[in-house]
């Protein structure tokens, strides 16, 4: 089983707040993304890291901006959140390297009012 | 670009049926390929991970094979239970030009098995 965690699972928060969003792993993955899901829709990939201090942004823009002070710690914030920000965000980590495995969170739902 | 299709969309079976679960890329120069299962409002779990190398993997009742030269995946499961209803996924990593760290997902197969 994977050894990665996501908190808070379940947010809802009014517009203009500021949120962060935890991960942690502790497999001593090199590489962690996050990824934005809608419900009953494709991920994408919106920020990934190669090891700390390394972070660069995904294929689907977002408001969002990360950090990797630690190698088992990349958190997402969000400075001021929008309705449109209403999401499942997903965080996984996986060895360095090109064949390996990609373990995920449990995600974390956010619902801006 | 490395696109990634699934068919078919949703699938509702009786329990105890084999079944078929179908993953197409476009670009072949792929590391490997993996499938995942999402269950409603939760992560994803790995459940199999083939090498480019490899033509199939199991684990249990499921069965994934990869044919690289027709940009295909199948994960077969078989004898179908209850608790195998979720949504399937593949993923690719996206390859050099755009990063191999960038997975690319399929929209996933809804799959239902009824008891």
């Known amino acids: 089983e994977a050894d990665i965690y996501q908190t808070p699972r379940y947010l809802v928060i009014g517009t203009g707040k500021k949120i962060t969003l935890e991960c942690s792993q502790t497999?001593?993955?090199?590489?962690m993304y996050w990824y934005q899901q809608d419900p009953g829709m494709e991920l994408h990939l919106i920020h990934y890291?190669?090891?700390?201090?390394?972070?660069e942004k995904g294929d689907l823009s977002s408001e969002s901006t990360v950090s990797r002070i630690r190698t088992e710690h990349f958190p997402l914030t969000l400075e001021s959140a929008r309705p449109s920000h209403t999401s499942q965000y997903l965080c996984?980590?996986?060895?360095?390297?090109?064949?390996?495995?990609?373990?995920f969170g449990e995600g974390s739902w956010l619902t801006v009012v | 670009k490395q696109e990634v299709t699934q068919i078919p969309a949703a699938l509702s079976v009786p329990e105890g049926e084999n079944l078929v679960l179908n993953c197409s890329f476009t670009?072949?120069?792929?590391?490997?390929l993996q499938w995942f299962r999402q269950d409603p409002g939760k992560g994803l779990t790995s459940l199999l991970l083939?090498?480019?190398?490899?033509r199939e993997q199991t684990s249990g009742r499921l069965n994934a094979s990869l044919d690289k030269s027709s940009g295909r995946s199948t994960l077969y499961i078989a004898a179908s239970q209850p608790g195998d209803s979720a949504t399937y996924l593949c993923?690719?990593?996206?390859?050099?030009?755009?990063?191999?760290?960038?997975?690319?997902f399929g929209t996933g197969t809804r799959l239902k098995v009824l008891a």
């Open positions: 996984a980590s996986s060895e360095r390297g090109s064949g390996n495995t990609i373990y």
């Open positions: 497999m001593g993955h090199d590489k």
């Open positions: 890291s190669y090891g700390v201090n390394s972070t």
């Open positions: 670009d072949s120069a792929i590391y490997n």
């Open positions: 083939i090498q480019s190398s490899q």
């Open positions: 993923a690719v990593p996206g390859g050099p030009t755009s990063g191999t760290y960038k997975y690319i």
